[in-house]
């Protein structure tokens, strides 16, 4: 999959320790996974580093996200990252309701906002959706719904087959618009 030089693994890296360097002196942010390791073979792209705003204490302030960054192709000509994340999963947390609210929607410039267009295929939103069910599970969360609103059928089919992986169910209202809602019961 890559076919990096060792130039560019030493650029990638330095953007690499830059971005966790900034993640690590943030109070709000919490990391929940780092791969340092550079895999040629590696599904999802590595190295990446997963982090979230979510704060249990605040919850009832704000949505929170969870965050994929990756160096791969994220470097400009000065060894810099071009974007602090590549992929966001937005969510909102019940604490009451023991629930999670997750809202796909398609942004300019983005296929939908848990994979930039031209980082997807690269497990990054699989990586997003695993660390949202750790902590859904950690925060006792029964249930987690949300809708997808694409421009069309085709991000639609992408949303549904990323989600199926971790059996969410989907009710499509308009295939042709994209227009879905889903949902996940975490109660055993």
Known sequence: MMDVSQ????????????????????????????????????????????????????????????????????????????????????????????????????????????AFYDFQNHGLAQLALTHLLKIARHNKVQKIGGNVSSFDGEGLKKVMTLFEKFDFKFNVQNAQQGLASFNLSLVE
């Open 7 to 114: 130039e560019q693994l030493k650029i990638m890296g330095k953007a690499y320790q830059e971005r966790l360097a900034a993640i690590e002196a943030n109070s709000k942010l919490t990391i929940l996974d780092t791969v340092v390791d550079y895999n040629a073979d590696s599904q999802p792209v590595t190295p990446y580093i997963v982090y979230t705003d979510f704060n249990r204490a605040e919850i009832n302030e704000k949505s929170s996200s969870i965050f994929v960054y990756t160096a791969y192709e994220n470097v400009d000509k000065y060894g810099h990252s071009k974007t602090d994340y590549q992929n966001e999963l937005l969510f909102e947390y019940d604490a009451w309701a023991k629930s999670m609210h997750i809202t796909v929607l398609e942004t300019l410039g983005a296929e939908s906002q848990l």
